[in-house]
């Protein structure tokens, strides 16, 4: 089992990580105009992302979800 949840594929939160993953300069918020992120759910997003409450690709492979 791979031990790293990644978000699934569409959600907000993988595309603010696909953008912090593949930027080489940085992601600034108008990098994200566009992808469904506003002022108004960043902070919640990226909470998501540390936390790991989020639809993961494996969500089938873990015991127990939250």
Known sequence: MNKLLMPSDGTLERVLLDAMLYSENGVTFLDLVGTGITEE??????????????????????????
């Open 41 to 66: 759910n960043i902070d919640q997003i990226a909470q998501n992302l540390r936390t790991g409450m989020f639809i993961a690709e494996n969500d089938n492979e873990l015991r127990a979800d939250a």
